[in-house]
């Protein structure tokens, strides 16, 4: 279901990223955005992956792909966009949160970009809101496997 | 910065106008690379276009490259923009690419190609013409018009891919690919090979998934409420000034109603339901309900108008009907034409005329057009090889054939249409065909056949549709397909039969055969209104003075926008053709099909057992009405719209318009004294009163109905912030307000109850009854909104509307139509259901149990045919009579048919 906000002017505004997006300039939180045009960029090129690729009924194996992916991207980053917090990150917090909490210990390994950035982004502070804690071992089990 | 093209990637057409637009070219590098080259270091999948900026990071999304480049330029992005740039990312691709992969890697053609797009063309031409703006996001031209255009161009540059009714879509194209920037990207990318440039790059996609799933959404579109101007404020105060005196004398009534010069005459006629089957949910909103709310307008709009609709009884469909019951074709078509007529008089239908083909009328007008045609040599005579059943001994209908599709290889294709492909079959090119009442295998045998020749018609049909189709009503669909089928030519049509129940063929040789319905159907309207009156032609042959609007599913089409004109213009007698043709797509009920051999699924007679009113019914279907796209009848969501929209919105709204001033007025409209507010409120609801208009002038029967919604939400805010029971209590200047906001709600209230009538015309009667409104405001509806209960006019008594629907009510309602969980009702579960004069013969049974008995009724009557074919032992025969009567009582039982009593006729 797509969210339609009804706002007080002007008509409403619908789809997931433009409310949040919307809603992020309202709070005078528009660092969540990114600040320069590059970061920009990225932060509406990863909101869209939310929406298109992240959501709906992706198959077990647009999920690996997709796991493998990110996996593989973040590898040098702290966050999505390097080294500042976006509003890219939240989404993809909540978007991923359904098949995060479905991982094994071993595939929780494997995607350990991943779960390093996931984790950090649960911990940070009003984030998580009702979400369920997801639990990474600090210590690794199957070191060959990497 | 670097960026990557691939040959033929639609991606780099909505870039490369990006880069011109915002001069950002200079500074672009671009490399190509091969459709499967993984350019992106850390994705799996290759994906072109891509911009490598200069920090070495990767932009791989089309929208987001587009949009640094603009970022570049300075230009920021608001609210609307991002909202395009995310519905084109999520609706618009996703339809977008499987119309490109159809068109361009598997060549399909038409509707194949232009169905899953144009849902979103739709949505995009009419959020431009809503808002009145030649760009998307305002009166600028902004990143999402560069992103859209992109998107759309392959597609669109093709006239034949571009719907000629999207002219708010259409101009906003035009601008756009007339700038140099897109003249210079399509110049590139396309090298003025159309979408065929595309090849290199869409084979060697993986096929994308057909968009589904969302089609079936009920969800209203958003409403916006755009600006007023002081002048439509202050005209929607004078004309509410004026009060009753703003409405026209009404029309004498006439009987029988004819065609008036000078005066708008409205024909409608809805699809002839066929006599033997009841119609279920779908067949009702597809026509009869669709083009009563219609007649009901145009009779509200003071449009001299005819409604007329009747029962399709020719065929060999109610001969084998005949055949199974024990009785004559004309005591078949008895029987059920009541039956039908029942139901049409239970859902409310407001029929001038509901006549039935068989009568001598039709053999009079039938046998006339013919003659006529044949005079003017457009009959021509032939040998035809039919398909012939010798163990049911007889010629087989198109219908009671099935086979392999010729065309697309579909295993249960009719003998006339494929469901799959939609192509034309004739029977005897099908493979493997069987005889659909006993599955043998038919066998081809000759017999002479005359044949209307509309290849010779051909001309004088297009140059009517040309003449009628611009600036007509005719829906989209409908368009497509006369269109389609005028490309691919006409062929002549076989139009008589082997049959005896039918209107007969006057010419020697033919004594035997009777018409094809394809030819005299559609004559049936006109025989039917020969029945009503003998001045029929005023009406029928008038095509100056009528306006013809005819309602119709999808599948009708062909023979009211082709055949039927074809053998009119070839009569060349003046007859009055179809101006609007409107034509609904198909209801699914739940996640399938209605189905009566698997009793799923809600059917005419049924919906008035389930203690539901007619008018919620007719509400429901008309909220969910198939227009413009398929969509599905749900249970849940009947009760959700029920309890949401006419319990808590509407039936609110109005009943406590109502309670107050019963209750605080001592049931006497108060003095009204306007506040700017107040004013604004009566120019909003003029407004959508305008809409509503539109809409219904164009027969956008759902989208209408969605106007009376919005106008009791606003009137539920207005009593909402205004709070008239404190105010009540408070200071005289209070008291003053409270009867103010009371008087314009119940004001708005007796509107509302105008506008309601063609949807839900009880419910209409019984407020303006509680509101006791005054008779000459009944039944007009103006575009203004008047005061028509002015201070001191006294209202009745005000009672509640409507009833909330129960979960468990609905839910023992789904089991018993099935659909849903199928499997777990196979045990024959009994379910109480809420009117207790129909537990006794109500069991709900699963769809395989049905299909199991529906098998062995089928077989058990074959070996009754076989033994009296050979003329068996009387007996030998009635005991295995005896065991068919007994399987179809047991399929009655499981389909939760009330048991009829036994024939005491028996066929001699």
């Known amino acids: ?146 | 910065m670097r960026l990557f093209v691939s040959e033929g990637a639609p991606g780099s057409l909505p870039v490369l106008a990006a880069a011109g637009r915002a001069r950002g070219r200079a500074e672009l590098l671009i490399s190509t690379v091969g459709p499967e080259e993984c350019v992106v270091p850390f994705l799996t999948r290759p994906k072109v276009p891509v911009l490598q900026l200069d920090s070495g990071n990767y932009l791989f999304s089309t929208s987001a490259i587009c949009r640094y480049l603009f970022l570049l330029s300075g230009w920021e992005q608001d609210d609307l923009t991002n909202q395009w740039l995310e519905w084109e990312a999520t609706e618009l691709q996703p339809a977008l690419s499987a119309a490109l992969y159809y068109l361009v890697v598997q060549g399909k053609k038409g509707d194949d190609v232009l169905g899953p797009v144009r849902r979103a063309l739709t949505h995009i031409d009419h959020s431009l013409s809503r808002q009145n703006c030649p760009f998307l996001a305002g009166e600028t031209e902004s990143l999402a018009d560069i992103v859209l255009w992109g998107a759309l161009y392959p597609l669109l540059q093709d006239p034949a891919y571009f719907p000629e009714e999207l002219s708010a879509l259409h101009s906003w194209f035009q601008t756009l690919s007339t700038q140099e920037p897109c003249q210079q990207a399509v110049e590139t990318v396309l090298k003025q090979q159309g979408v065929l440039a595309l090849r290199p790059y869409l084979q060697k996609q993986p096929q994308p998934s057909a968009p589904e799933g969302k089609t079936v959404s009920n969800e209203p579109e958003e409403e916006e409420l755009s600006t007023l101007s002081e002048e439509d404020i202050a005209m929607a105060v004078t004309a509410w000034e004026k009060g009753l005196r703003g409405l026209p004398p009404p029309r004498p009534q006439q009987n029988p109603v004819l065609p008036v010069a000078g005066e708008r005459n409205v024909l409608i006629t809805s699809a002839l339901p066929y006599v033997n089957n009841v119609p279920h949910l779908g067949n009702i909103i597809g026509c009869v309900l669709s083009a009563d709310v219609f007649a009901r307008y145009s009779r509200l709009r003071q449009w001299n108008t005819l409604y007329l609709c009747g029962t399709d009884e020719y065929g060999t469909a109610t001969e084998t009907k005949a055949m199974d019951e024990g009785l004559t074709p004309q005591e078949i078509c008895d029987k059920y034409h009541v039956i039908h007529a029942d139901i049409y008089r239970w859902f409310n239908i407001s029929f001038d005329i509901f006549g039935r083909t068989t009568t001598p009328q039709q053999t009079k007008i039938t046998q006339d057009i013919f003659q006529r045609l044949l005079a003017r040599g457009f009959v021509l005579q032939d040998s035809v090889e039919q398909l012939r059943c010798e163990r049911c001994a007889r010629f087989l209908a198109d219908r009671f054939v099935e086979g392999v599709c010729p065309f697309c290889g579909y295993e249960e294709a009719r003998g006339d249409q494929c469901d799959k492909c939609g192509k034309l079959i004739n029977a005897i090119e099908l493979k493997k065909p069987l005889c659909k009442v006993c599955r043998s295998s038919p066998v081809v045998k000759s017999s002479q056949h005359l044949f209307l020749d509309l290849p010779k018609l051909e001309k004088r049909v297009e140059e009517w549709l040309e003449r009628t189709l611009p600036g007509s009503d005719w829906t989209p669909n409908a368009r497509f397909i006369i269109r389609s089928w005028l490309r691919d030519g006409l062929k002549p049509r076989c139009i008589t039969r082997d049959l005896k129940w039918g209107t007969p063929v006057p010419l020697e040789g033919f004594e035997s055969k009777v018409f094809y319905v394809w030819f005299d159907a559609t004559i049936g309207y006109l025989s039917i209104t020969a029945n009503y009156t003998d001045q029929w032609e005023k009406w029928w042959k008038n095509p100056e003075q009528v306006e013809l609007y005819q309602f119709m599913a999808k599948d009708n089409v062909p023979f009211h926008g082709i055949v039927f004109p074809c053998s009119a213009l070839g009569a060349e007698d003046n007859y009055t053709l179809v101006s609007h043709l409107i034509a609904t797509e198909y209801l699914n009920y739940e996640d399938g099909k209605f189905s009566k051999s698997r009793g799923v699924g809600v059917f005419g007679d049924m919906a008035q057992d389930t203690g539901i009113p007619a008018d919620i019914w007719r509400f429901y279907l008309l909220y969910i009405r198939p227009e413009g796209q398929d969509s599905a009848f749900s249970w849940t969501d009947m009760l959700l719209k029920n309890n949401s929209e006419l319990l808590n919105n509407l039936g609110n709204f109005i009943n406590r318009a109502g309670m107050f001033v019963s209750k605080f007025f001592g049931g006497y409209v108060p003095e009204m004294v306007l506040t700017p507010d107040d004013q604004r409120l009566l120019a909003h609801v003029t407004q959508e009163l305008r809409h509503y208009h539109q809409l219904l002038e164009k027969v956008r029967i759902r989208d209408a109905l969605r106007s009376i919604l919005t106008i009791s939400r606003h009137g539920n805010q207005y009593i909402q912030v205004n709070e008239p029971w404190k105010q009540i209590k408070g200071s005289e200047a209070d008291r003053q307000r409270a009867g103010t906001v009371t008087g314009v709600a119940v004001n708005i209230a007796a509107l509302l109850s105008v506008m309601l009538q063609p949807y839900m015309p009880t419910v209409s009667a019984t407020i303006q009854t509680q509101l006791q409104l005054p008779p000459p405001a009944c039944n007009i509806l103006v575009t203004d909104f008047l005061c028509t209960l002015p201070a001191g006019h006294q209202i009745g008594t005000v009672s509640p509307l409507f009833q909330k629907l129960e979960n468990d009510q609905i839910e023992s309602l789904r089991q018993r139509f099935g659909g849903g969980q199928l499997e777990e009702s196979l045990e024959l579960k009994v379910k109480p259901s809420p009117k207790p004069a129909v537990v006794e013969t109500v069991t709900a049974a699963g769809p395989q149990q049905i299909q199991v008995l529906m098998e062995e009724v089928t077989k058990q009557g074959n070996i009754v045919r076989e033994l009296k074919a050979q003329k068996a032992d009387k007996n030998l025969v009635a005991a295995e009579v005896a065991k068919l009567l007994d399987l179809k009582k047991q399929l009655a039982l499981a389909e939760g048919k009330p048991l009829e009593a036994p024939k005491g006729k028996k066929k001699k």
């Open chain 1, 1 to 146: 279901q797509t969210p339609v906000l009804q706002t007080n002017n002007g008509p409403s505004l619908t789809g997931l990223t433009t409310i949040a997006a919307h809603l992020v300039k309202q709070a005078n939180k528009e660092y969540l955005l990114g600040s320069t045009a590059e970061e920009k960029a990225i932060v509406q090129q990863w909101l869209e992956y939310r929406v298109t690729r992240v959501d709906g009924h992706p198959s077990k194996e647009d999920i690996r792909t997709l796991l493998k992916d990110l996996n593989s991207y973040l590898e040098d980053k702290v966050y999505l966009t390097g080294y500042n917090f976006t509003l890219a990150d939240i989404l993809l917090y909540y978007g991923l949160h359904r098949f995060i909490v479905d991982l094994t210990v071993q595939e929780k390994e494997k995607y350990l970009n991943v779960s390093r950035w996931f984790c950090h982004i649960q911990h940070y502070p009003g984030i998580r809101q009702h979400l369920s804690s997801v639990v990474f071992i600090k210590n690794r089990l199957y070191t060959n496997s990497h």
